[in-house]
């Protein structure tokens, strides 16, 4: 009786489960499938490897500063370019969240709970109106400029379309993300463990570094992951704030998309998943080899 | 706190409330510069609410967004339930990965990715335009859902699971110990999933972006559009709406959240006591 009833129950959570199998093999894996179906196919869906060539070989002319043009693998430079803008503004994240995080998790639990809402209000907020936000901010024309120009007669500054204006950007969009992981790990942790150090005669920089810092590693991996993973991918806020001069990888995937290149997208987002995927790779051995010392778990 | 930290919350909590600020006072003013503010006005709003484009695309946006809700509510607390309880590891394991892609992966990859088999499933049936509302749908209820899960899973997690075998032996088929006993004590878990994957699905840009026909319009892709040519203020009177919108959602779901722990908690307490 007893076994029967279970047995039941357990065919009943199956039946529950089977929906959302469905769904994520039908919009979730087989989607996946066909960015690589499409990244190895031409127009008649006949297998090629022509747009993954494309990408690695197609070639345009830029000019110099000199005047002069060179010529460039025009792909290649996009992919790197969005890893060296990604990589900076991760950084800088990191930098700016980790000592607020940390004045979060040691503030009292009320002021906590009220910082962390503060935090998070910003991420409600569409990311296409906080970025247009940042332009008309920092336009020649924007608010800034504007005070600037009226209190001390300055020229005004142009940030806009600069390398700086699209780290601004990414570091205002994604810095949540950073905050809020390294937080949730360090308002965990014993604050014994760091009177212990400081009795044992380690210093504040000391218990921070040999501390504090070290236990909190799976919050500041979490947090490098979701900062970095959106800005190697996004497109628009080089639109808006790069003036349109710095091209991304979003941004070539969406122009090929608006120009119906649904091959040449497809093997851009292919080239952008792998480089991601090894990506993951790699910073999950960096955090088993460094953080848990070789003791993979 | 010390000072040096009181300081150093007071810039960051400037930058990221500076650009805020500045839509929501400009929003108010009378001239079209969004330098100078010269005098309070509710023009813009006015001129908002008479703009149909956009008063079509929120209505958009909101129907696109209840039925995403409603849709990955019901499917993603099936699915708590079921990863809660199979048996089989190795099921389990697969269902928990395949729910995190979609939340690791890059918006425009998965946007990108949806679009492919629509645009490909489309061409196989002769569709002239392959993408519409349903395939928006469809998008937002794979991203929404793994949220739904992730926030009924852990309240799954903590119940007692003596409780359903109890009602059982009492005589009550699966479903109805499901909704007489599960049901209720998962339902703020339920309720802050559907307000997650409601606020996701008003918010999303990227994935609309690409899932979406040219015939259904949504507030981000019209904001998107907006934003190309030069903006009026009247693009700042809608942000402004938005984000009061969105703020009330969320301070909603942190009472429920936190009416819930409190609960929990007395329960707890009552507990011990009795088992003293």
Known sequence: MKNSSALKTHNSYRAALAPYSIWSVLFVIVPLIFIAFYAFTDNNFAFTTDNITRFFTATSNILNDDGTTKEVRTYVLIFLRSLKLAAISTVVCLILAYPIAYIMSRAKPKTQKTMVTLIMIPMWMNFLIRTYAWMTILQDSGIINTILGNLFGLEPFHVIGTETAVILGMVYDYFPYMVLPIYSILAKMDGKLIEAAKDLGCGSFSVLRRVIFPLSMPGVISGITMVLIPSISTFYISQKLGNGKFFLIGDAIESQYIANNLHFAAAIAFILMIILLVMMALLKYLTTRFVYGGDSR | ?276
């Not at chain 2, 929003?27 to 005098?39: Q, R």
């Not at chain 2, 484009?53 to 967004?65: C, D, E, F, S, W």
């Not at chain 2, 429920?256 to 722990?261: A, P, T």
Request: proline share 4%; aromatic share 10%; charged share 15%.
């Open chain 2, 1 to 276: 706190m010390k000072l040096s930290s009181k300081i150093y919350s007071g810039i960051i909590f400037c930058f990221l409330f500076a650009p805020i600020a500045v839509l929501l006072v400009f929003s108010f003013n009378e001239a079209k510069s969004l330098s100078v503010f010269s005098e309070f006005s509710f023009k813009w709003y006015k001129e908002l609410f008479n703009d149909s484009n956009t008063l079509g695309a929120l209505k958009n946006t909101l129907i696109l967004a209840v039925a995403a809700t409603v849709i990955s509510s019901i499917l993603g607390t099936a699915a708590a339930v079921g990863i809660n309880k199979i048996r089989s590891r190795w099921y389990k394991t697969a269902m928990n990965t395949v729910t995190d892609i979609p939340m690791v992966n890059p918006d425009i990859i998965t946007g990108i990715s949806l679009m492919l088999m629509f645009v490909f499933v489309g061409r196989l049936f002769g569709a002239a335009t392959s993408l519409n509302f349903a395939t928006m749908l469809i998008a937002h209820v794979t991203f929404c859902t793994p949220y739904v899960i992730l926030q009924v899973l852990p309240k799954l997690q903590q119940m007692d699971p003596s409780l359903h075998e109890a009602a059982m032996d009492l005589g009550c088929t699966p479903i109805k110990a499901f909704l007489k006993v599960e049901l209720p004590e998962i339902l703020p878990g339920i309720i802050t999933g559907a307000i997650m994957a409601f606020t996701l699905s008003l918010d999303d840009f990227v994935i609309s972006y690409f899932t979406s026909g040219t015939g259904f319009e949504t507030l981000p892709i019209r904001i998107y559009n907006m934003t190309k040519k030069t903006v009026t203020p009247k693009m700042y009177a809608l942000a402004t709406i938005i984000f009061f919108v969105t703020l009330t959602l969320l301070l909603i779901s942190n009472v429920i959240d936190n009416e819930d722990r409190r609960e929990l908690k007395e329960r707890k307490r009552l507990k011990r006591r009795t088992d003293k």
